[in-house]
Nanobody, 122 residues
Framework: QVQLVESGGGLVQAGNSLRLSCVAS????????MSWFRQAPGKEREFVSD????????YYTDSVKGRFTMSKDNAKNTVYLQMNSLEPEDTAVYYC???????????????WGQGTQVTVSS
């Protein structure tokens, strides 16, 4: 049984930082593409970042480039999203996903976590 469990969300003021974690079980982050998506109230889920299982190359949506960093620890079977210089527009539920290929579409990811809420106040 595959499980992805996110943690690390919370309420922060604009300009501050948070680090999200996603612990995987039932799959290995060393052989699956891992991603972060987010969904704000009234909006569709959108791509934030993903990481290639083979070379750990990362990809980001334009609005978070330079502020967010995705990484993984194969030994802990965990992926992270370090979020710096947070803005109110980053407020959303953040989801960890696992899939077989890099994609900015959530339709191509097979497994999802339950999400963790990030709220950024101005």
């Amino acid at each position: 049984q595959v499980q992805l469990v996110e943690s690390g969300g919370g309420l922060v003021q604009a300009g501050n930082s948070l680090r999200l974690s996603c612990v995987a079980s039932g799959i290995s982050v060393s052989t699956w593409v891992m991603s972060w998506f987010r969904q704000a109230p009234g909006k569709e889920r959108e791509f934030v970042s993903d990481i290639n299982w083979a070379d750990s190359r990362t990809y980001y949506t334009d609005s978070v480039k330079g502020r967010f960093t995705m990484s993984k620890d194969n030994a802990k079977n965990t992926v992270y999203l370090q979020m710096n210089s947070l803005e109110p527009e980053d407020t959303a539920v953040y989801y960890c996903g696992a899939g077989s290929s890099l994609s900015r579409s959530d339709q191509l990811y097979s497994y999802w976590g339950q999400g963790t809420q990030v709220t950024v106040s101005s």
